[in-house]
């Protein structure tokens, strides 16, 4: 008595409408990696948009930095060629007063698959850095 085990690929559909076949591929393809310098286009865009003619305002700093990230998250979903990438964005947004600021990020993962891409902007008063960091789930 003899079994046969037949495993056939599924189709899943994300929230962006894209679908991927669970083909059991553990690493994405050359094409399908996560593209920095995209990434870094478009927080330098983002940036530039939201904040070339602003001035520093407590009041509207919060919500500023929370359209400027998912503006960044929103434009990398649609650029991502695999959609298991996970992206996860942080936007630093502060009033320059000459005092220095640092910003530091830790985590483990796959240096073959996982990336970051980040960017500043700095006018007057304001300073602001924007980093995305995709990680690719297996």
């Given at each position: 008595m003899s079994t046969k085990l037949e495993?056939?690929?599924e189709v899943a559909v994300n929230d962006n409408n894209k679908s991927h076949v669970h083909n059991f591929q553990i690493r994405p393809t050359h094409n399908q990696k996560f593209k920095t310098h995209l990434a870094k286009e478009a927080i330098q865009?983002?940036?530039?948009?939201h904040l070339k003619d602003k001035e520093y305002s407590q009041?509207?700093?919060e919500v500023l930095s929370k359209t400027i990230a998912s503006e960044i998250k929103d434009r990398l979903k649609d650029q991502c060629l695999d959609t298991r990438y996970k992206l996860m964005v942080q936007v630093v947004l502060g009033e320059r007063h000459g005092a220095?600021?640092?910003v530091g990020a830790r985590c483990i993962w796959d240096a073959d698959t996982d990336t970051q891409a980040s960017d500043q902007f700095l006018n007057e008063t304001i300073f602001c850095m924007a980093a995305v960091f995709a990680?690719?789930?297996?």
């Open positions: 495993v056939k690929n865009e983002t940036l530039l948009k009041i509207q700093a220095g600021t640092k990680v690719y789930f297996y």
